[in-house]
């Protein structure tokens, strides 16, 4: 089994050759930092929007080497964030409705331009599934229903499905239903990260890998090679913020540990069936999240080891022999028939969560200073919908986006450690607790357990 080495989708597909790095000082008219997707989408839609203007883009390591190239795969409509607290803002519950359909509307946002760039991602656009593996987040499945509704979310956007339906699609060992959400499409995420960066350089934006920013100021990003002036300057470095100067408090870089098995053998497909390709998750507090693969495999991630003490981050994406256990042994018993596949690699990476868990997108007028982040886990399709938001902000235009709640959105800063490292680690001690309850279907105090788990994290719910 291969550990770290990034993530198995850019080995895949092989880790490209380095582009150059910045050769020295250089002028442009907007700075992206980070070459991930929010970084290439900002740059893509800016192009787009006028070919003329001068994109530089500087990437510590190589275009996808963050999230963006080790994520599991969603291109998904989750709101990043919460409702109730984008709803304090001032277009209030219509405001969260319209991000809400914009995310939606993205999905296929990013299915037009992959096919418009001839990116070859996997994408198919399949839907996701939650399903309920106990009794207990059955009922907490019906209850999420019954909120969506409250929301005003009808069938067509998401809908139970009993066991029957559910085993019709996809077979998972002690599901009792199902949540399923349409506007999700499955994707192997090395593959759009690549095309993207293709199509941005193709456009004309210079992208230079190997080239850490070492510190952002108004009208400058300053690397060990030179400075980067520009009057806008945008950070679209999610979970790696924290490494920032003066940024150690404003995006925790939670992590995130995925395993994928072999291919499975056909009779082994099906038995589970999943011809849909939906994307998949669980409704455990600690939940899970999946992918039937473009190459006939199943990916699975979940949270593993959560954050470590300081911020500090994984290299190359390495994961402790403990964290493979724990997510095989869940692969196994939701799929039985996977285990001759074996698993083939393990990995993980950060994504950025804010104190708030919700997202944030803006941009300063006065000082050109912007940036991107904090999608708590649901940023693949939300990057690309910040990059065009970020690019609505730079061009000065008062669009659609750029009036949406998440703009402009201030979340409070984490505590210092210890603090920060002992409620993240509180906060998963007492979601897999209450999970091992109610698998042992002794659940009348889980929800208060969960609960306690919310409200020292933050989450909202
Ligand atoms: C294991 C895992 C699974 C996930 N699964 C999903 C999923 O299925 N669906 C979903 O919606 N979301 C998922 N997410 C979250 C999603 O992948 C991220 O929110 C999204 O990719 C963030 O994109 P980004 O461009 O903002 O950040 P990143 O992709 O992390 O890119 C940031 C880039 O900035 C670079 N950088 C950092 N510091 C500097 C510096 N000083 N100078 C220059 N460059 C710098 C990094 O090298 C990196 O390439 C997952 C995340 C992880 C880790």
């Not at 019709?168 to 960066?197: E, I, K, M, N, S």
């Not at 030179?226 to 300057?233: E, L």
């Not at 998949?280 to 693969?293: C, G, K, N, V």
């Amino acid at each position: 089994m291969r550990n770290g080495e990034v993530s198995y989708w850019w080995q895949a597909r092989s880790v490209p050759p380095r582009r150059p790095s910045l050769p020295g000082g250089t002028e442009a008219d907007v700075c992206i930092v980070g070459g991930g997707y929010t970084g290439l989408w900002t740059a893509y839609y800016l192009k787009q929007a006028d070919p003329g203007l001068r994109v530089v883009v500087l990437e510590s390591n190589f275009a996808g080497f963050g999230a963006s190239g080790r994520n599991g795969g969603w291109v998904t409509a989750a709101l990043p964030g919460s409702r109730a607290r984008y709803a304090r803002t001032p277009r209030g519950r219509e405001g969260v409705r319209e991000l809400e359909r914009q995310l939606r509307e993205t999905v296929d946002e990013v299915a037009r331009v992959c096919a418009a760039e001839g990116i070859d991602a996997g994408l198919v656009k399949g839907g996701t599934l939650t399903v309920a593996t106990s009794a207990a987040q059955d009922a907490r499945l019906r209850q999420r229903l019954a909120a969506e509704r409250d929301w005003g979310d009808g069938p067509g956007i998401v809908r139970y499905l009993e066991k029957e339906e559910l085993d019709g699609r996809l077979r998972v060992t002690g599901a009792a239903g199902a949540l399923y959400f349409p506007d999700c499409a499955r994707v192997q995420p090395a593959d759009l990260a690549a095309g993207l960066a293709e199509a941005v350089t193709r456009a004309g934006v210079r992208l230079y890998e190997a080239t850490p920013v070492t510190s952002i100021s108004a009208g400058r990003a300053d690397t060990a090679a030179g400075q980067v002036r520009a009057p806008y300057v945008l950070r679209c470095a999610e979970g790696f913020t924290a490494a920032m100067p003066g940024q150690h408090r404003t995006l925790l870089p939670m992590n995130s540990s995925m395993i994928i098995t072999g291919p499975l053998s056909d009779e082994a497909w099906k038995s589970i069936g999943w011809d849909g390709f939906e994307t998949l998750s669980d409704e455990a507090h600690a939940y899970i999240y999946a992918q039937r693969t473009p190459d006939g495999r199943i990916a699975l991630g979940g949270r593993g080891m959560p954050y470590r003490f300081g911020s500090e981050l994984d290299v190359d994406g390495a994961i402790a022999p403990s964290t493979v256990t724990q997510l095989g042994r869940i692969l196994r018993r939701m799929f039985p028939a996977a285990a001759q596949a074996g698993i083939d690699h393990a990995w993980c990476g950060v994504l950025g969560v804010p104190r708030d868990w919700c997202a944030t997108v803006t941009l300063d007028p006065r000082t050109g200073l912007g940036w991107a982040g904090g999608y708590s886990g649901h940023g693949v399709a939300a990057a690309n919908l910040a990059g065009r938001t970020l690019a609505d902000l730079v061009r000065g235009l008062a669009s659609p986006l750029t009036t949406l709640p998440w703009v402009d959105h201030h979340s409070p800063r984490w505590e210092p450690e210890p603090a920060r490292w002992a409620g993240v680690h509180g906060l998963y001690a007492l979601y897999r607790t209450a999970d091992r309850l109610e698998s042992a279907r002794r659940s009348p105090r889980t929800s208060v357990l969960a609960r306690a788990g919310d409200l020292i994290s933050g989450i909202p719910r």
